[in-house]
């Protein structure tokens, strides 16, 4: 099975984002974060571009792209290849790591057990390895999982969500989140959001774990339920989804939130992830505090800066008045990209 590296189904600039990716998977392993950041935000962006890019001046002229990596990007084209990459090749170890981390739901601790047991492929595992079952399902559907899920197949497996939704409830409400929502052309998973407004989040939790997901199950396009918190007033679901007459499965994220808390889940289920931090520290900053349910002010903290008591609301509901009450100016999501 072929990677595509994060380019989906191509885009002008496909070969240079997979090589691009190699070296940003490089910082990430070596916990160089400012590196690693950059490529981020200079991979992100290239995605986005609808025109091939050739030379380091055409690279600069891209928002987010600085000049070191414009170099590089030059290179790539040029040459086909990046010399930076001979000198950073990891060693075996590593890059064994690497392959096990990017099992769905894997981290660094249990990589490295693996590693240290001896295992080198994912086949070692399957054979020798104690999984759970969704380490095994994350073990079958891993280039799946590691593919990017084109903007238009977003679009198709969030139509099937809403249609099945709205024929149990037309109240109901979905909005599609995370990269989607900034406009990116490709994702890594579908992120949903769902409310039904003047209703207790209670009975928008019935009506989805108890209704929609086992009916969505049953015909056979929710996949599998993974990694659920399993307390009982979780508002997450995350599992996999597939398309009739595919057999390819995505990971998708429900998200479940009350009317009153809609404006600050859609913030922060927009991201990314560093614009989400800044906004965080920019509320802490002027003495409020930003969380995925509201902004808050009035919260009372110890010199430590722990936090002693949860404030009162300013905004929860209104996604732009939040950006208002920070003092900061609007943002459309394709702009909340760091
Ligand atoms: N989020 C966050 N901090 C995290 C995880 C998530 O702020 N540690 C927020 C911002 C993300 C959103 O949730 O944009 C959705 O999370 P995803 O992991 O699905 O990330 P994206 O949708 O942004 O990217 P991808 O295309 O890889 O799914
Ligand atoms: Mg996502
Ligand atoms: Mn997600």
Known sequence: ???????????????????????????????????SKSYRQAISALRKHTSKINTKEEAMRVYG??????????????????????????????????????????????????????????DDLLQKAELSDNQK????????FNSRVPRSEVEKHAAIIEKVLKSLDPKYQIHTMGSYRRGAQDSGDIDLLI????????????????????????????????????????????????LPGSNTWRRIDLLLVPEEELGAALLYFTGNDIFNRSMRLLASKKGMRLNQ??????????????????????????????????????????????
């Open 195 to 242: 409310t039904k407004p003047g209703v207790p989040i209670e009975n928008i939790r019935t009506t989805i774990m108890d209704r929609l997901v086992p009916l969505l199950t049953k015909h056979k396009f929710l996949v599998a339920a993974l990694a659920q918190t399993s307390h009982a007033d979780s508002t997450k679901w995350h599992g996999a989804s597939c």
């Open 65 to 122: 792209i600085g000049s070191s990596i414009a170099e590089k990007i030059e290179e790539i084209v040029r040459t086909n290849h990046l010399r930076k990459l001979d000198s950073t090749k990891l060693d075996e170890r590593q890059q064994t790591l690497n392959k096990f981390m990017k099992i769905y739901g894997v981290g660094l601790h249990a990589a490295e057990r693996w590693a240290s047991a001896g295992h080198k492929t994912l």
């Open 1 to 35: 099975h072929k990677h595509t590296g994060g380019s989906g189904n191509g885009g002008p600039n496909a070969q240079t984002l997979s090589v691009l990716q190699e070296l940003a998977d490089y910082y990430d392993q070596t916990r160089d974060q400012w590196r």
């Open 137 to 144: 399902i994350g073990i079958a559907h891993y280039d799946d």
């Open 293 to 338: 349910r509201g902004l808050y002010k009035d919260v009372l903290r110890d010199r430590g800066r722990e936090k002693l008591s949860q404030g009162t609301l300013v905004e929860g509901k209104d996604e732009k008045k939040i950006f208002e009450a920070l003092g900061v100016p609007w943002r459309p999501p394709e702009h909340r990209i760091c």
